[in-house]
C-alpha cells in the first residue's frame, strides 16, 4: 500500500520565481518601504540604500553613509470554497477550511551604503526574497494534497557599484540566500483500505487471523472494525540549504532628471535536504492495526531531496523628474519562471519512487507606474499602481501550495524628513488578487508503481486579498 507526501521541498520552487517585491508567487511583502509607495516602479530613482535590491548601479547617486531599516506588515485575507474534490478511489474527502492565512506576518529589511570616492560606493542588504504560511487544517478537502506549509528565506547581498562619469554608472553584488521549509500532508489511508480490501485483500485477512489465532476471536472483531473505520494519517518535513546568486544594474543619467536603468538578478541553484517523518499512530486507536498500517505502507522515515534552480530576472526602469514637485517612474521586469516545469522529489536512500508535482510554468512580466510629489521641503508623496502576472497556467496546473493568479497592486507612500539626517518612509499598499479555480489531479495514485502519490484531486476557488503596511528609518552621515 503506498501513500502520498507532497515534500515541502516544493515550495523552495514554488517560491523561487521572481527578484521584484511583490512578484507572483511566494515573493514575501516589499524589499523597501520606499519602492513599496510607488509600487515598486522605483527600479531607476535610487533615492536611498535599498537601490541596492532594485539596481545597485544606483549606490553611485548616494552621498556619504546611508542606512536604511524597516519592514513592512502583510495582513492577507483568502477564503476556499470547495468544488468537488474527490479521493482517489472517488470518495468526496469533506471537511471545512479555517482561516488558513495568518492574521498577519511581518518582512524586515535593512540596507547600508558607504560611498568611498567619487568613483566607487560599497554597500550591503539584508531582506526576505521569499516567505510563506498556510494552515488549512487536518480536516480540509484538500487535505491529501497538502495541510500546512511554512518557508522562511533570508538573503544577504553585498554590492558595490562605479560610476564611470556623469552619465554611466555599473553595480554588482554577490546573494548569499538561506531558506527553510516545512509542510504537511494528510495520508489516504481509510481509501487505501478500502481499495485493498476490494482488490488485495490477503494481506488485511492474513493480519486478522494472525491477531484471532495469538489473541483471540473478540481482539480479531476489534481490530477488523478499526481497520475499517481508520483515519487519516500524516507526514511532515523540515529542510534547508543556503544557495548563491548574483546581481548586475546599469544605470544612464541623460540630465540630472532623467535616468534609465537596466539590472539582471540571476537564478540560485538550492539543493534543499530534509527529514521525512511518518505518523500512524492516529489512524485507530488499536495499535495493532496503526503498526500494521505503517508497515504495510512501506513508508520510513528518511531524507527528502529535491534540487531547484530558481528563474531569473531582467528589469528595465526609468525616472523623470517633470519639475520641481512633480517625478514620474516606470518598470517593467521579466522572469524566466519557464524554468520551473516538472518537480521529481526524492526519498533517498529508500527505494520509494519519486513524487511527481506538475507545473509547466509560463514566464511572467510585471508593469508598474509610479509618482512623486514634493508636497514641501519635508514631506514628499508616493503612489504606484502595478500588474503581476502569475506562472500559473492553468486550474489543472495550480497546486493549493500555491494558488496564484494575476493581481493589481495600488500603492501610497510618504517620505517625511525629520530633520536634516534623518526621515521616515510610510507606505500601505493593496493587492487584489483574480479569483483561482483549482482543479489540480494527481496523477500518482497509493496503487500505482513506481511513484509516490495520493491520486487526489484538489478542486475549488481561491479568493484573496492583502493588505501592506509598511515603515522605515533613513539615516545619512
Known amino acids: 500500500m503506498k501513500?502520498?507526501?507532497?515534500?515541502?521541498?516544493?515550495?523552495?520552487?514554488?517560491?523561487?520565481?521572481s527578484s521584484t517585491a511583490q512578484a507572483s508567487g511566494y515573493r514575501f511583502g516589499s524589499q523597501s518601504v520606499s519602492g513599496q509607495g510607488s509600487a515598486d516602479a522605483n527600479g531607476?530613482?535610487?533615492?536611498?540604500a535599498s537601490t541596492i535590491f532594485y539596481n545597485p548601479a544606483g549606490m553611485s547617486r548616494l552621498e556619504g553613509t546611508q542606512l536604511v531599516g524597516g519592514g513592512t506588515l502583510v495582513v492577507p485575507h483568502s477564503t476556499y470554497q470547495d468544488t468537488g474534490s474527490k479521493t482517489f478511489t472517488g470518495r468526496t474527502p469533506g471537511g471545512t477550511t479555517k482561516?488558513?492565512?495568518?492574521?498577519?506576518?511581518?518582512?524586515?529589511?535593512?540596507?547600508?551604503?558607504?560611498?568611498?570616492?567619487?568613483?566607487?560606493?560599497?554597500?550591503?542588504?539584508?531582506?526576505?526574497?521569499?516567505?510563506?504560511?498556510?494552515?488549512?487544517?487536518?480536516d480540509w478537502s484538500g487535505r491529501y494534497a497538502i495541510t500546512n506549509i511554512k518557508l522562511e528565506a533570508i538573503a544577504l547581498n553585498p554590492s558595490v557599484s562605479f560610476k564611470v562619469n556623469e552619465h554611466h554608472s555599473f553595480g554588482f553584488g554577490v546573494t548569499a540566500e538561506h531558506m527553510k521549509a516545512e509542510l504537511g500532508q494528510a495520508v489516504d489511508v481509510p481509501g487505501s483500505v478500502a481499495f485493498l480490501a476490494q482488490h488485495a485483500p490477503a494481506a488485511s485477512q492474513a493480519f486478522l487471523a494472525n491477531i484471532a489465532k495469538t489473541q483471540g476471536l473478540a481482539a480479531a472483531q476489534a481490530a477488523g472494525a478499526?481497520?475499517?473505520?481508520?483515519?487519516?494519517?500524516?507526514?511532515?518535513?523540515?529542510?534547508?540549504?543556503?544557495?548563491?546568486?548574483f546581481n548586475l544594474g546599469y544605470l544612464y543619467q541623460m540630465n540630472e532628471g532623467t535616468r534609465f536603468g537596466i539590472s539582471y538578478r540571476s537564478s540560485i541553484s538550492h539543493k534543499l535536504k530534509g527529514d521525512t517523518i511518518w505518523d500512524f499512530s492516529q489512524v485507530s486507536d488499536n495499535a495493532a492495526v496503526n503498526a500494521f498500517i505503517a508497515k504495510a505502507s512501506n513508508k520510513v522515515n528518511s531524507k527528502a531531496l529535491v534540487e531547484v534552480r530558481t528563474p531569473e530576472t531582467l528589469s528595465i526602469n526609468?525616472?523623470?523628474?517633470?519639475?520641481?514637485?512633480?517625478?514620474?517612474?516606470?518598470?517593467?521586469?521579466?522572469t524566466r519562471t519557464s524554468r520551473l516545469q516538472n518537480l521529481d522529489i526524492q526519498f533517498p536512500p529508500t527505494t520509494e519512487g519519486a513524487e511527481r508535482i506538475r507545473q509547466q510554468w509560463k514566464n511572467t512580466y510585471r508593469v508598474s507606474l509610479g509618482t512623486n510629489y514634493k508636497y514641501s521641503e519635508n514631506l514628499l508623496l508616493r503612489a504606484g499602481i502595478a500588474h503581476d502576472q502569475a506562472?500559473?497556467?492553468?486550474a489543472e496546473l495550480r497546486h493549493p501550495a500555491l494558488p496564484d493568479s494575476d493581481r493589481m497592486q495600488y500603492s501610497i507612500g510618504a517620505n517625511w524628513k525629520l530633520n536634516a539626517n534623518s526621515s521616515l518612509d510610510l507606505a500601505y499598499s493593496f493587492i487584489d488578487f483574480k479569483d483561482a479555480d483549482v482543479n489540480y489531479k494527481n496523477d500518482c495514485s497509493p496503487v500505482t508503481p513506481g511513484c509516490t502519490g495520493n491520486g487526489e484531486t484538489t478542486k475549488g476557488l481561491f479568493k484573496t486579498r492583502m493588505q501592506l503596511i509598511g515603515l522605515a528609518y533613513n539615516y545619512k552621515f
Open 226 to 245: 478499526a481497520l475499517k473505520g481508520a483515519k487519516d494519517g500524516h507526514a511532515s518535513m523540515d529542510g534547508d540549504d543556503w544557495g548563491f546568486g
Open 99 to 138: 482561516d488558513y492565512a495568518p492574521d498577519a506576518v511581518f518582512a524586515p529589511a535593512l540596507y547600508a551604503s558607504k560611498k568611498v570616492n567619487e568613483q566607487w560606493t560599497v554597500g550591503m542588504g539584508l531582506f526576505v526574497p521569499y516567505g510563506a504560511k498556510l494552515d488549512y487544517g487536518n
Open 318 to 334: 526609468a525616472f523623470h523628474q517633470m519639475d520641481d514637485r512633480w517625478a514620474l517612474m516606470g518598470d517593467v521586469t521579466w
Open 44 to 48: 531607476a530613482e535610487a533615492a536611498d
Open 3 to 17: 501513500h502520498k507526501y507532497l515534500p515541502l521541498l516544493i515550495v523552495a520552487a514554488f517560491a523561487g520565481i
Open 391 to 394: 506562472p500559473v497556467r492553468s
